[in-house]
DNA sequence: GGCACGTTACTCGGATAACAACTGTCCGAGTCAAACCGG
DNA sequence: CCGGTTTGACTCGGACAGTTGTTATCCGAGTAACGTGCC
């Protein structure tokens, strides 16, 4: 998996606590960690399509969530950067075998397609459980003074 | 994920239907669904190396399955040739961040590592809970013909 | 006929290239804010 | 003093290289079977 995935969830985590109507610079949330700016704009970019974040250009612009964090779960910023597909991509060599057919979707009669399918939508469960909102709720509790640092830090 | 998950799960399958004591040969299995033998041969080797599968050199050598169907699960193949590590590789990007410390290990304090660690739990967990011999009867119920078939195309 | 031995063909195993995706970087288009000027 | 205009700097957005991992291939080491010759 793709590392911009961390950066991302990072940085949607930290936009969940400044100001609401105040946008941050890619800079900004790239010096947070000491990423690489032009290549997290890229990974904020992804987010922006899938309407995560929305984007202002121009003196005081910069990117804010579109949306309440309860209402983002972590498949959401992960799909943004990774693209829906699978992880197992299932490429129907059953088709190249005996017997195979070419009016047959494998994908859905495979009984190994399917049951990697299984194991891929657990896992999309789980992701899709999780919301920005929990695990922001879950760090204020265990350290109380990170949404002032955070907020001061991208101010 | 890599193609050759795909290959490794069809041809351990495959394997299951072969006389108990005979061989097949990475040309063999490749011609089965018309893959390339050599690279074939390279995921074999991982599976040998991960126990699943035995290996002889020389005539009538080739490889068979190391143990019984019942105790190879799908996550054992599929971390033979990904090789175990997770998909979501925290990179602990939190020491950079301010208050970082380097004496703190991020992979277990960060929630976001967690919350992703327990989507990789659930898929692996689902993973395990299916074995070679769980998709073999599936497939000997749904197409009666398989085990025979199969076995003379790879004799 | 049975056994030992050399030969031979066959198989895996690791070392070696071609390709693609991810990672990282740069510069241009668009935009908003501020400064400036005129009334 | 106030409004309109120009300027300017700032920001995102997409186009352009470097590096790592996946895909594909080849050839050599080892081995078991086979044929041959000898007892």
């Known amino acids: ?27 900004k949330l790239a010096g947070f960690y000491q990423l690489p700016t032009a290549y997290l704009n890229r990974q904020l970019q992804a987010l922006v ?36 597909q699978e992880a197992f991509r299932c490429q129907e060599i059953l088709r190249k075998g005996p017997g195979g ?15 990697m399918r299984r194991a891929d939508l657990a896992w999309r469960r789980e992701l899709a459980a999780q919301t920005l909102a929990d695990i922001k709720l879950a760090v204020e509790d265990k350290r109380p003074g990170t949404p002032e640092l955070t907020r001061n830090r991208l101010a």
């Open 1 to 27: 998996m793709s590392e911009g995935v961390e950066w991302a969830l990072h940085c949607c985590l930290n936009l969940t606590w400044v100001e609401s109507g105040e946008a941050v610079t890619a800079a």
């Open 101 to 115: 057919r070419d009016d047959v979707d494998y994908r859905k009669h495979c009984l190994v397609s399917q049951a």
């Open 49 to 84: 399509r899938a309407g995560i974040v929305t984007s202002t250009s121009g003196p005081r612009g910069g990117f804010r969530l579109a949306r309440d964090p309860r209402h983002i779960t972590l498949l959401d910023v992960v799909t943004a950067i990774e693209g829906g």
